[in-house]
């Protein structure tokens, strides 16, 4: 298997010209492993990777239905108050925020942190950055707060 810092460097390099479709064939090339049953942490996470590619490229038509379809993989597979949703909640939500889509943002982190708070606690790492995102929002939408 493809250690995790391997791959970030693979998708990290240059990959401006690549579509979805190579950069999909080349991981089931080089990493057949994580396409194989219901293997859905890779899954996911893949998908989230090259959503951020996307994203960071300035691709958002492309990114988006990435970032949904990690969302809806993970709330099918884990139930939908599970710590792994909530993350995706908060990357979509982060994803519209940086459009300036604050009302799309807004519910998604709000239900973001409902989960994590409900499942990893109040102070936990992933709720607190849940909540930070949430608060910079929040300050955006009015710069007086």
């Given at each position: 298997?493809l250690d995790p810092k391997e791959f970030r460097n693979i998708i990290h390099q240059d990959f401006t010209e ?128």
């Amino acid at each position: 298997m493809l250690d995790p810092k391997e791959f970030r460097n693979i998708i990290h390099q240059d990959f401006t010209e690549v579509t979805s479709q190579e950069f999909l064939a080349n991981l089931k090339k080089y990493c057949p492993e994580i396409f194989e049953g219901d293997n859905y942490p890779n899954v996911t996470e893949n998908l989230n990777n090259l959503a951020k590619l996307y994203q960071s490229q300035g691709r958002y038509a492309e990114a988006e239905p990435l970032h949904l379809q990690a969302l809806e993989l993970r709330k099918r597979l884990l139930g939908e108050n599970h710590p792994s949703v909530a993350i995706s909640l908060n990357n979509l939500a982060k994803f519209y925020y940086y459009q300036g889509r604050y009302t799309e943002a807004e519910p998604l982190y709000l239900q973001a942190l409902a989960i994590a708070e409900e499942a990893l606690g109040e102070n936990h790492p992933n709720t607190v950055t849940i909540r930070e995102n949430l608060q910079r929002l929040r300050q955006q939408q009015h710069p007086s707060s």
